[in-house]
């Protein structure tokens, strides 16, 4: 199963590897901020937990996961986001990540369609092709998706899945439009692909308005991913994938049951005990507001560093700004130039399934201060100036 | 990949069923005892954690797993068992359990050959079956297992795996001797296949001395499955495998980094907290003392109310003691009658990759008091009488 050649792999290794220079300004990595890590309640929640519950959360338990937790998770969506979950379609697993694996070992054969968006997360691109799945990409745009192309693709090839990240994409930090999430899901009804609606960032919009989740448009047809990761912690491996297709959770929960049994206990009800006994929802607007000063900061630096024919995306969300460079410049080469003078930036290449030697590349702005932020950019965008004079 | 039938799936699901029957005695599962939680050390343990290393504890993490954990472990199998295992021979992993997906998915393509025990786990039996292996199965026996037999399989076929759990099998409770190890490890080594060692309640040994561990004696050709599941928490999910094998590791780690990033480090952390910090060798010594004390009571019970036909094996230690019933008994009509009466046990039919109707049964003595366990007893005892007068 494992003989492939990974490239998303050696390309981790290659940007894992530069980060750990001590004082790198980083804007490669996903990493939350620590300001989104409430420690302090933590430590309560968990306290509180192997006081008045150890026998249950240190025993062997249900693998859908944690029925409290379940319901916390079904009772947000409704009141938060207006999306239809109940406590029953959602199986908890350990970080939205997992989910990958279990969708294509319930869902997938040798050979079998499944759409990305070009660019999209890498990790996606890993599992599907570790499940031999013939990947299919579309280009993704401000607007969503090229919708053309999505036609296309779903009439020529029988689709099994389509994996869409349609709020602050991970890399571009795009969001999908009422008006194109309307389309796709007509589009998506009138075949038997499931499409996979990956939300790990939906909660941190600090600019616009939230718009309709694939859940409500396509009903049994979509499966949503999501994740405490960007809210609370990813060290704490603890998130969920949901569906009204009862036929696929079945097979979801006795899959992840010969995986792993279930997720841990501990993290599971600590994480119910912190957010039924603190304000999440204060919590959340605080890891909003940092992630908005930040990304304007970035957006600032680039006009202010960056030549002119440099494009850019400008996210209402999220944790990334997706960047074009001119003049067919690689974006691996401008990687290996920044890292020379401790700016560490993730090229473009890894989050297409096939094309490489791109322009584009990804700037996290989530871990990084305002100072270092100037810092980092005004490097970059002096090693692109002179990259564009020696053109 | 999920369009088999799974047996072992269907019975443990009827197993569950009956013992959510309120006050019924369960002999059934497999679950350590609460005695065996230490909820106080642990709730130490994770606020020390969430205190003072919380931007580790709560940030994304190596895949590998948490370094001070590793050299725990590591030198825990020093000192205590004299097995040379270094700390990056180890990946830490969700409860062992996740290890069979992770070692079948590095080295196992459709119609490998897998050797297992007869009877043996069933999640093992779920997982090779799910990634399309040959299952042969060679029965176990009071010093190991059926030597002949399995030298017969070695030679017809060429085998990737051979699992085993040597010390206090599941579902039999019996151990390996040295002398049936070193044969084995003088086979094995004249092959390709590489032998699993699956040891989750080596630690609970209380008779007897330990026996020398197949990865002394297989060096490369060895991987070792380990859990805190029966010592700390089955709730917290951390186990880990363990091999000198670095071609088998390097794709185990990248595998796991693809399935679910790294498992949980506020478990990892309190763990080895909990372990730096306590007096964790009298920990294991108090449950122990425990499983002894009920293993004793269920021997003497067996003795008291089974019919003299009865066969069974007297374990040294762990959780399970195995019956077999005179006449061709079957029991899993034996099972459908004690639970009438409240009772429950584990028929053998799921232990085995493809026997049924067998007149075999798994008890385990770790998570009921000497009073059930009599109770208990007396009811199967009766129901095997009445059974036999039938017959």
Redesign the interface.
Known sequence: ??AKK?FQ?EF?DFMLKAVSIPNVISFA?G??N?IS?P??E??KA??FV??NH????????NTQGYIELRKIIAQRYKSKENINVEADDILI???A??G??IIS??T??DNDNVIVEAPTFL?AI??FN??NAKIHSVEINDKGINLDELKNILKKYKSKLFYTIPNFQNPTGLTYNNETRKIIADMIKKTNTILIEDNPYGALRFKGENQESFFNLLNEQVILMGSFSKT??????VGWIASKNKEFMK?AI??K???????????QM?IAQYINNSDFDKHIEKIRKLYHKQCNAMINAIEKYFPKEVKYTKPEGGMFIWVELPKNIKSVELANETIKRNVAISPGDPFYNKKRNVSTFRLSYSNCSVENIDKGMKIIGETIDKMLKSK
Chains 1, 2 share one sequence.
């Open positions: 199963m494992m990974d792999k981790s990595g990493m939350p620590p890590f420690n302090k933590l430590k968990y306290s192997m006081d150890y026998k249950t959360a240190l025993q062997y338990a697993i350990n970080g990540q997992q990958f694996d070992a319930v997938l054969n990790a890993q599992t570790l499940y609370i912690s990813p060290g704490i491996r097979k006795e899959y049951q010969i995986l792993d049994v279930h997720t841990s206990m501990p993290d600590a």
